[in-house]
């Protein structure tokens, strides 16, 4: 193929993709808006959502606007699935709530993995999309907002299903209903995959412009405060309870290193079924013992 000097593919390719494409399988011109497919989810609109070609500060600005609108999607899918689960913890539907809360963890953790797309992106580069930004904070994002708020809800109708179950957490934890430890398990998946999407800001942030007291996010604060914000749990009362249950821990009871372990599932499995008070497996029965104090 004779080209002349000058002439670009990468134009000719790029000027492509903004012109409806025909599909050969279809027979029908797709990018048009007409199609069900493109009604249906509004692609029209929801593809001239980013800055244009010509209106970009840098190239990677329009990964930088996607990434964020996808979040600000995500986060809002996450905070209506989290009203559901109040209404069916509300109404007791804990095989319900189960199913939807595995939803939600999948969801936030699926932000932390957005986030790494952003990673690509060197400091310098954007640096030049920075000035651009205004004085746009994440605090200021609609999404972590309703999520915020959302997951408020939540603990109260996890405190609400508590009282009228008449138990507490640690009380789960030491013996309680199963399906309320899995329920218990699963609240704190959520906690944890969003904290670890706390983190992967935290790290991006970290990258791009740096975490120091001198260094300040558009919205003015430094962005070493970012450190504290990434460890504050949407449920204090289940990450309360680790410590709690470790304060009563005691060493003694346990094997020691090469000891013989005869019984040992015996007891523990007996421990399944209720509380086991100086059983067949010491160790296991001094994690399910009333606490003691410390002597």
């Not at 500060?57 to 689960?85: I, Y």
């Not at 109404?91 to 993995?113: F, M, N, P, Q, Y």
């Not at 005691?250 to 000891?259: T, V």
């Amino acid at each position: 193929m004779h080209t002349s000097p000058g002439y670009s593919f990468a134009e000719k390719l790029r000027q492509e993709l903004d012109t409806p494409l025909f599909n050969p399988l279809l027979k029908k011109w797709v990018g048009r808006g007409e199609l069900d497919y493109e009604v249906y989810l509004k692609t029209p609109q929801l593809l001239s959502l980013q800055s244009g070609e010509g209106e970009r500060v840098a190239h990677d600005e329009l990964m930088f606007q996607v990434v964020h609108q996808a979040q600000e999607l995500w986060l809002k899918l996450a905070s209506r699935e989290t009203v559901e689960l109040v209404a069916e913890l509300d109404r007791d539907a804990l095989w319900a709530a189960s199913a939807r809360l595995e939803r939600v963890v999948r969801i936030v953790r699926g932000l932390s993995t957005e986030l790494g797309v952003l990673e690509t992106m060197t400091p310098d580069t954007y640096q030049v999309i920075r000035r651009s930004l205004g004085n746009g904070s994440g605090q200021e994002s609609p999404g972590y907002n309703m999520f915020r708020k959302a997951a408020e809800g939540l603990a109260l109708a996890f405190e609400r299903l508590l009282a009228r179950r008449g138990q507490t957490v640690l009380g789960i934890y030491r013996g309680g209903p199963d399906d309320l430890k899995r329920l218990c398990e699963q609240l704190l998946d959520v906690d944890e995959a969003f904290q670890g999407w706390l983190h992967a800001h935290f790290q991006l942030v970290r990258r791009t412009i740096g975490v120091d007291r001198s260094v300040k996010a558009l919205d003015g604060l430094p962005t070493q405060v970012l450190a504290g914000r990434m460890t504050l749990p949407l449920f204090r009362s289940l990450w309360d309870a680790r410590v709690e249950l470790t304060a009563s821990w005691r060493r003694e009871g346990g094997h020691a290193p090469g000891a013989s372990r005869e019984g040992c599932m015996e007891g523990a499995m007996g421990a399944y079924a209720t509380p086991i008070v100086g059983g067949a497996c010491p160790m296991h029965a001094g994690l399910t013992s009333a606490p003691r104090g410390d002597s």
